[in-house]
């Protein structure tokens, strides 16, 4: 499948406030690997391609265990390969990215709000929010794989 669209060669300047977004993401206190397993839950949600082979590659990369990457489609069936962290986050991930079939219920609030702080609470919500749109983009776009190191 060919590109249909480079978005950063049309408008340079179009990624700008998505970049932003991520340096905050990535300055808050949530830790890489954790960033990581929610990017790849979410892209997995979306079937973005793109953005699942480079953030399974970043999280490899923060020492997130394998076994976690391998797993996390079904970690609902493998609670105890994740902390209860872990859990909490992933499930706010696939609730807001799947924002449409019933909300973010009250359970999974619950839980993240017991296993974060208000203001972890909020990067983790931005860092949902940030790669749903990039999985958006992708997709729509058909980006590509880049080559294989």
Same mark, same amino acid.
């Given at each position: 499948m060919s590109a249909r669209m480079v978005v950063a060669e049309v408008d340079k300047g179009a990624y700008a406030p998505l970049l932003a977004l991520?340096?905050?993401?990535?300055?808050?206190q949530l830790g890489e690997a954790l960033?990581?397993?929610?990017k790849v839950r979410a892209s997995q949600l979306n079937g973005c391609a793109f953005c699942l082979d480079m953030h399974a590659t970043e999280g490899?990369? =923060?020492g997130l265990d394998q076994r976690k990457l391998d797993v996390v489609a079904g970690w609902h069936e493998a609670p105890q390969l994740y902390t209860a962290r872990e859990r909490a986050a992933l499930a706010l991930t696939e609730e807001v990215t799947q924002i449409g079939a019933h909300g973010v219920s009250d359970e999974v609030w619950q839980q993240a709000s017991e296993e974060f702080t208000e203001a972890d609470l909020v990067?983790?919500?931005?860092?949902?929010? =940030?790669i749903n749109t990039w999985?958006?983009?992708a997709v729509a776009t058909h980006q590509e794989l880049p080559d294989s190191a």
């Amino acid at each position: 499948m060919s590109a249909r669209m480079v978005v950063a060669e049309v408008d340079k300047g179009a990624y700008a406030p998505l970049l932003a977004l991520e340096k905050y993401v990535h300055s808050g206190q949530l830790g890489e690997a954790l960033l990581a397993l929610v990017k790849v839950r979410a892209s997995q949600l979306n079937g973005c391609a793109f953005c699942l082979d480079m953030h399974a590659t970043e999280g490899r990369k =923060a020492g997130l265990d394998q076994r976690k990457l391998d797993v996390v489609a079904g970690w609902h069936e493998a609670p105890q390969l994740y902390t209860a962290r872990e859990r909490a986050a992933l499930a706010l991930t696939e609730e807001v990215t799947q924002i449409g079939a019933h909300g973010v219920s009250d359970e999974v609030w619950q839980q993240a709000s017991e296993e974060f702080t208000e203001a972890d609470l909020v990067t983790l919500l931005m860092a949902i929010c =940030a790669i749903n749109t990039w999985n958006r983009l992708a997709v729509a776009t058909h980006q590509e794989l880049p080559d294989s190191a």
